[in-house]
């Protein structure tokens, strides 16, 4: 037998004349190429999908790299580091002559993208192009199916062995992010290898899976605070622009196998109505496809909404986006599920057949393998969908590039003005910097006034809907689950405006009046520094409970780029007293006060149990006698009204969700301009993050003040949704508390809120500095 390379070359060689002879080409090429191709199960050791088996990061880069050397249909490029210095890689994927071309498909798409820049015949384009489709895995290192899914879809279609690999191929360019967060694929994986036979066994991790972030990293769309988000936006979304994006997650076990879109209402007004349409399409065709192919449990218009930004960076950018939500196991260890312990999804019974949930899933065992099997055939369903329509997928967003420059069709409902403002001079240069850096890298258009004191943003520019999205303040509609009925949650939050959330001032321009000139030149992050504290001086703990909250993770992400030192403290570190010999202030981040009083229990080991305790409590207590202060975020601040005793009470405490909810808003605050606490803090529009928030009265005005507080009578919202404003009226948003010698600082909101609220970063330079 001749070795198998040269058996592979001899093949190709004599391709061309069988090609001559018959149409069995392709076919030939295929299995001479596939036969030297890795399978996934010779480089891992095991079938992904196998049970209680996870890759680490290195077995998953170790076989993207040694596919881009088998196949000529993938080329591997390593994108930069990872927050923790690991390598972030996408992996390129099509027919070899198009891999071969990709500087000619990249421009074919930035014609298609934008008609301004069109040098070619609209019908050569839509003819010659290519649909590029991006699939993002793993963004959350949990849903661990993700780990292996991509080298399912690697594997087929690196073989091209079958007529459908073979169209998608030749249609397609893929973009595949084997996983967003690459850290935590060994975050989680090497967790859950040290938990196999112990009782935790198949329980998340007692630390974020991204150090900055957790769960919240696929909140960053529209912010690009972490290195991840950043490569995809910079490499694959600013370059490419994809037709389709492909995102793939994992829900709660018990209601439907799949969720796949449409999506349920509300939808962001700004997003274009065919990127909707296009996305409904697409998630029913993948829908049918795969229920044909025998899988059960398949949820549409479920769940999931269509509204925040920080989500779906596509939809806002010209891009379909299809969310796959496959039901989770106990990380890769399997559960057994009855059907009677089946239970809703929002907007379906996962135990009766519906239009959206036409075939029910019979329950039974449900683990690793069963995860990567309907997230591999929704992805193939995705892919064979798209191939299959690829001149109708390019006509379509040759449109959307038209239509966003095209005055006579404004994509929305709401008012499009001609431009927004954005004075030069502002309170904080670092914030307007960071406004212009944000919507510059977010694929904005920023232009100079004529006269230079100004930056204006247009809305006729390709991705101008996204910016006005971004500029403007939210008016989330008033959702019930029905007439009369509670609110109904929304999947996220409901406000992302940039200026109040930077602290910077933006003027609307109904029609265009300013004189504008030349392109802005690119803005350079801000580089942060807060005086007093950038050098050291104070003493800053920042507690980590092991039941991690990701503002914990915010937080240190705020801290670290405004070059403030911190130490972390764990439970074990408060429990152990002698606090104000280490530190003058200590932050306890987001966390409610069970959390944070009780910590982790069963079935965790002990050395993670038990939150800060009596001992911890009355150890933080002594800390604030003795002159240190204390900074309570957000829920924490009921954690320290209880613990320190304060004259403080939540006003909002048992109301109803019927007569207020506010589930992540901006509302307006007035400011007491002359409490030391509020220095510093100078947004022309004072507003504050508000969240699941407390409202407090203050029940003993010699031992408490009122820092910011709702004006009585006034409208509190300044974007996003609130019901219930008055119960707001009068109530105090911050509170200074004196105990001792020492402070405690109740904040009720977020004052760093996933690394965005410039604007209220001051209030907790103030407090830390005192
Ligand atoms: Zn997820």
Do not use: C
Request: charged letters at 20%.
């Amino acid at each position: 037998m001749l070795p198998r390379t040269t058996s592979a070359r001899l093949v190709r060689r004599l391709v061309p004349l069988f090609a001559l002879l018959s149409g069995l080409a392709p076919a030939l090429e295929a299995q001479a190429s596939a036969r030297a191709i890795p399978s996934p199960a010779s480089m891992l050791g095991w079938e992904p999908g196998a049970d209680r088996k996870l890759p680490t990061w290195k077995q998953v880069t170790d076989y993207w790299t040694a596919l881009d050397k088998a196949s000529p249909r993938v080329t591997v490029r390593t994108l930069g580091k990872t927050t923790l210095g690991r390598p972030f890689l996408v992996a390129f994927i099509s027919d070899s002559a198009t891999l071969a071309n990709l500087p000619k498909y990249e421009r074919i798409q930035q014609e298609l993208l934008d008609p301004r820049k069109r040098r070619t015949a609209r019908e050569r384009l839509i003819a010659e192009g290519k649909n590029v489709i991006l699939i993002t895995s793993s963004i959350h290192s949990t849903e661990v199916g993700g780990f292996l899914t991509p080298f399912n879809l690697g594997d087929r279609l690196a073989r091209a062995a079958t007529p459908e690999a073979r169209m998608i191929l030749a249609n397609t360019i893929v973009m595949l992010v084997p996983s967003q967060n690459p850290d935590g694929v060994d975050i989680v994986g090497d967790w859950y290898r040290s938990s196999l036979d112990k009782p935790h066994e198949g329980a998340g991790p007692p630390v974020l899976y991204h150090w900055y972030s957790g769960h919240d990293n696929n909140r960053d769309w529209y912010a690009f605070a972490l290195n991840e988000t950043r490569y995809v936006v910079d490499s694959l979304y600013g370059r490419w622009t994809p037709q389709i994006v492909n995102d793939v997650h994992q829900q709660g076990a018990n209601a439907g196998r799949i969720f796949i879109p449409p999506y349920m209402d509300p939808v962001e007004p700004n997003i274009d109505p065919v990127l909707t349409a296009s996305t409904n399409a697409l998630g029913m065709a993948m829908s049918w496809r795969i229920m044909n192919d025998g899988l059960t449990g398949v949820a549409t218009n479920a769940a999931y909404d269509q509204w925040s930004p920080a989500r779906q960076y596509s939809l806002n950018h010209h891009g379909a986006r299809i969310l796959t939500e496959t039901a989770s196991a106990r990380l890769a260890s399997s559960i057994d599920l009855p059907f009677a312990q089946l239970g809703s999804g929002r907007g379906y019974d996962a135990k009766v057949a519906s239009w959206n949930f036409p075939a029910v899933w019979p329950g039974g065992r449900w683990g690793i393998g069963d995860i990567v099997k309907y997230q591999t055939a929704a992805s193939w369903a995705l892919l064979v969908e798209a191939a299959r329509d690829r001149a109708a997928w390019l006509e379509s967003y040759a449109r959307l590039g038209e239509r966003a420059l095209d005055p006579a069709h404004p994509w929305t409902t709401t008012e499009v003005p001609a431009q927004y403002v954005i004075s030069k001079s502002q309170p904080d240069p670092a914030a307007l910097q960071r406004l212009i850096w944000t919507l510059q890298h977010g694929q904005v258009e920023v232009l100079e006034s004529e006269d230079g004191t100004s930056y204006v943003v247009p809305t006729r520019q390709p991705f101008g809907s996204y910016a006005k999205a971004l500029l403007e303040a939210q008016a989330y509609p008033n959702l019930a689950e029905y007439p009369g009925g509670p609110p109904k949650r929304p999947y996220d939050v409901t406000a992302h405006t940039l200026p109040l959330l930077f602290g910077v001032k933006v003027t609307v321009e109904k029609a265009a009046v300013t004189r504008v000139g030349a392109l802005a030149k690119a803005v350079a992050e801000p580089t942060y520094r807060v005086p007093g504290l950038s050098d050291g001086t104070r003493r800053i703990a920042l507690y980590a409970s092991w039941n991690a909250s990701m503002d914990e993770g915010w937080t240190r992400w705020v801290l670290d780029r405004n070059q403030v030192k911190f130490t972390t403290v764990h439970d074990r570190d408060l429990r152990a007293g002698g606090l104000r010999d280490r530190f003058d202030a200590i932050i306890l981040p987001d966390q409610s006060a069970a959390q944070l009083r009780r910590g982790l229990g069963a079935p965790y080991p002990d050395s993670l149990r038990g939150g800060i305790g009596d001992a911890g409590a009355a150890a933080l207590k002594a800390f604030v006698n003795a002159g240190g202060t204390v900074l309570a975020f957000n829920e924490a601040s009921l954690y320290a009204i209880e613990t320190f005793g304060l004259p403080v009470h939540n006003a909002l405490e048992g109301v109803k969700a019927t007569e207020f909810y506010a589930p992540g808003s901006i509302f307006s605050v007035d400011v007491d301009r002359a409490h030391p606490l509020t220095q510093g803090f100078s947004a022309p529009t004072p507003g504050i993050w508000f969240e699941d928030s407390p409202a407090f009265e203050i029940t003993d005005a010699t031992r408490a003040t009122a820092v910011l507080r709702y004006p009585a009578g006034g409208n509190h919202l300044l974007s996003g949704w609130l019901l219930g404003n008055k119960l707001l009226d009068g109530k105090a948003a911050m509170v200074d508390a004196r105990v001792g010698q020492g402070h405690v600082v109740l904040y009720g909101f977020r004052p760093q809120y996933r690394s965005q609220t410039n604007a209220t970063w001051p209030l907790i330079w103030s407090a830390l500095r005192r």
